[in-house]
């Protein structure tokens, strides 16, 4: 079923709008990976999936899963639900498994939507689960206007490595630096 949808999607969305994408060959062919990526427009989600060569999974707001169909729809195409604010230990649990399962799963740093340029801070949880992991960070940039036919650009940075902190425990002021410098990679991607 997922391909069938993705299949339909992709179609509409690259009917709808002029997508770009640059720096596949960045992306990891197997494992676990996390795609970084900033968030402007509900439509963030769908453009990164289309684009990656692998399949992703992401976490979306617990919210959307309470209609029924949209929550059904929500599943299929490889979302889970977390409760915000919260400390969902559920969520990031299920996070680390997909991961090292060696899956590739969306997240987004600024943990909301941020539009018009806004200044943001990137939130501590990309961090923690990479270096939970092992996994490597792919920095996402999607830039452009959601507009009929205006060119939509998706750049996938080199991966980011959390090697140098293996078997080290993170202090929180560490893992905010290594959120805020994966933060950071992703608006270099839309710098270039």
């Known amino acids: 079923m997922y391909n069938v949808i ?3 999607v992709r179609f509409l969305m690259f009917f ?3 997508v770009k994408t640059e720096g596949k060959d960045n992306v990891p062919s197997e494992g676990g990976v996390i795609f970084a990526v900033n968030h402007r427009s509900n439509f963030d989600p769908v453009i990164a999936a289309m684009t990656c060569p692998r399949r992703m999974t992401f976490m979306a707001k617990a919210e959307l899963f309470k209609n029924p169909v949209f929550g059904w729809f929500l599943k299929t195409v490889g979302a889970f639900p977390i409760h915000r604010g919260k400390g969902d230990i559920s969520a990031i649990k299920c996070a680390f498994s997909i991961l090292k399962d060696g899956k590739a799963m969306l997240i987004f740093p600024e943990g909301t939507r941020v539009r018009n340029g806004k200044a943001s801070k ?3 949880g990309v961090a923690m689960i990479a270096h939970r992991t092992a996994a490597p960070v792919v920095p996402v940039c999607i830039s452009g206007d959601y ?3 205006h060119k939509i650009t998706v750049s996938y940075g080199k991966p980011i ?5 293996a078997g080290q425990k993170l202090t929180g002021e560490e893992t905010q630096q290594i959120a805020d410098n994966i933060l950071s990679e992703i608006k270099k991607l839309a710098a270039e």
Do not use: G, H, S
């Not at 490595?161 to 902190?165: A, F, N, V």
């Open 6 to 8: 993705t299949a339909i």
């Open 16 to 18: 709808v709008f002029r």
């Open 122 to 124: 990137a939130q501590p």
């Open 147 to 149: 507009k009929w036919l």
């Open 161 to 165: 490595t959390l090697e140098e902190y």
